[in-house]
């Protein structure tokens, strides 16, 4: 083990009484920053929509199902275990604003395990509490954390798999220990609540490997693959074998399909372009001190100089927690390498519940930069204050304001506009009728009718055909941006008026409700 900058004096454990005064001050610090910026409001992406369907469907009784599509179809459209821990909440109450305090709650939780963690390393209370207080406040994570998104709960596995790490016993046998069992179990858990985890798995093989401790690595190789089984067999039996983000990988555009895949070398072009936005903007853009980027430009020199020199600090802090260093760097690179894989522009969306760590290793590296070259220049005999790093709790400020003033504004228009069409669907037509539209979770939320979406083709036939195949009855034009509206459904209605009759129109907007004639449109087809 390479030494450490920590003595014995940072060392020492803080009293009971100064405990319970830190733990205070970190609940102190969640609830305000927490009620300052909270949504009350349902969050305009469709993904934490459909979190919310599946665990109403496990919540009724349909099992783990899309209850927004004719016939309540099982699915595998998400992983599992967000919708799981959502619904016995689910049981007591509709209502999506306890959902987002559940996810509060995670990310307190998730604060507290990191806190006790680092005393257990050795951190001195002061710094500790000032690290985990800073990812409090990290505005990234708590726009995350107020909608109902999996990142929270993403967070406090991982941070609990950490934990439970500097519980074993490494003078007991693996197979005789309860907290490794545990940690196979919060293991496997966290990659049935976001698939990426599998980094988090491969990150806590990599610290076995440099601790030499193969059995426990053979243990938890067996382990998380027994943990993946009850899915696998869910999807055997049921017959769903699709993966979407097998598929997705090797798409030039998931959103334009038309553009096919992408061959060897373009597939290594877009890795090595996804990595440099992690690393020069992405990165600044997310952990203190929030560097304001581009992402639609080139990264200059500065992006550059920042983002190499954060990674260095981070890596120095982690390099001070001993044997977890392994597990610490392991982590963030399998991460930042999974996510260079993906197909689409992915900014600093994949990287939430990462934030945390990366934060916490940043304040520890700058802080133990600080010390060794004060002690080195003999400014001081032994250690710095760590309550130099207090400016860091200063610096989310200014963008806490900004999300405070995004959370509390309303709707934009085209919203309204759609969902005034959802709302009208709710009220006239019957719970059964299919409607298509862009959105179809999000218009689900306010119509309670069945949805679904539309082919992704410029071949009017073929959107067609897909609307018939999903028994669909209505179709929303709306103007919410998105270019697959105005790429494939528009020229398909344009192409076909006689099949669409307009039943609605929002006033003074190009919101539409049509009828869609399926009979003329299965004879146009057969023709």
């Known amino acids: 083990m390479g030494k450490t900058l920590q003595n014995k004096e940072i060392k020492a454990p803080a009293g009971k009484r100064r405990l319970i005064g830190w733990v205070i001050a970190l609940v102190a610090v969640f609830f305000v920053a927490f009620t300052y910026i909270f949504n009350s409001k349902l969050d305009l992406n469709g993904d934490n929509c459909n979190y919310y369907i599946y665990s109403s469907a496990m919540a009724e009784g349909f099992g783990y199902a899309d209850i927004s599509v ?4 099982p699915t595998t459209g998400f992983p599992p275990g967000y919708p799981i821990l959502m619904t016995p909440l689910r049981f007591f109450t509709d209502s999506f604003v306890a959902q987002k305090w559940l996810n509060g709650f995670f990310l307190l939780g998730s604060a507290l395990l990191f806190f006790f963690w680092l005393l257990k390393q050795g951190v001195k209370d ?14 990234h994570v708590l726009h995350f954390t107020t909608m109902m998104m999996s990142e929270p709960s993403t967070l406090f596995f991982t941070v609990w798999a950490l934990w439970l790490l500097g519980m074993i016993d490494d003078k007991k046998p693996f197979w005789k220990d309860p907290y490794f069992w545990l940690l196979v179990v919060v293991v496997g858990f966290a990659y049935h609540i976001r698939t990426q ?30 943990t993946l089984l009850p899915w696998i067999i869910r999807n055997k039996v049921l017959n769903l074998n699709y ?5 997705m990988m090797t798409m030039a555009n998931p959103w334009r399909p038309e553009e096919g895949a992408l061959g060897f070398g373009e597939f290594m072009g877009r890795f090595f372009q996804t990595l440099r936005m992690l690393v020069t903007q992405a990165l600044p853009n997310s952990v203190t001190p929030y560097f304001d980027v581009n992402y639609g430009e080139a990264p200059v020199l500065g992006n550059w100089i920042a983002g190499i020199a954060m990674i260095a600090l981070i890596v120095f802090g982690f390099w001070q927690l001993g044997k977890y260093r392994y597990f610490l760097i392991a982590y963030p ?19 939430v ?10 304040i520890l590296g700058v802080y133990y930069l600080i010390q060794y070259l004060a002690v080195r220049s003999k400014m001081v005999k032994k250690e710095v204050t760590p309550w130099i790093m207090v400016i860091f709790l200063l610096v989310p400020v200014p963008r806490l304001q900004q999300l405070r003033a995004q959370n509390r504004s309303d709707f934009p228009q085209q919203y309204k506009n759609f969902f005034m069409v959802a709302e009208a669907v709710k009220k006239n037509l019957p719970s059964e009728t299919v409607i298509a539209s862009r959105k179809p979770s999000l218009f689900y939320m306010y119509s309670k009718s ?10 009017d036939k073929l959107v067609l055909k897909g609307l018939l195949d999903e028994k669909v009855e209505y179709v929303v034009l709306d103007e919410l ?3 697959a509206t105005y790429l494939y459904l528009l020229p398909a209605i344009q192409k076909n008026l006689d099949l669409f009759q307009p039943v609605m129109q929002v006033p003074d907007s190009n919101t539409y409700l049509f009828k869609f004639d399926r009979e003329k449109a299965q004879a146009k087809l057969t023709k």
């Open 243 to 247: 993966s979407r983000y097998l598929d």
């Open 197 to 226: 985890l599998v980094t988090l798995f491969a990150a806590i093989l990599v610290y076995f490997a440099f601790n030499k401790r193969w059995m426990h690595l053979l243990g938890m190789i067996a382990g998380f693959a027994v």
């Open 481 to 483: 941006g998105y270019s």
């Open 353 to 362: 519940s990462l934030e945390p760590f990366l934060e916490i290793g940043l």
């Open 450 to 459: 069945k949805t679904a979406g539309f082919p992704y083709s410029s071949n």
């Open 70 to 73: 004719l016939g309540n179809p």
């Open 333 to 351: 690179v399998f991460l930042f390498g999974l996510i260079c894989l993906w197909s689409t522009p992915s900014e600093n969306r994949y990287i």
């Open 126 to 139: 002061t710094l500790a509490f000032i690290a985990v207080a800073v990812t409090l406040l990290n505005y």
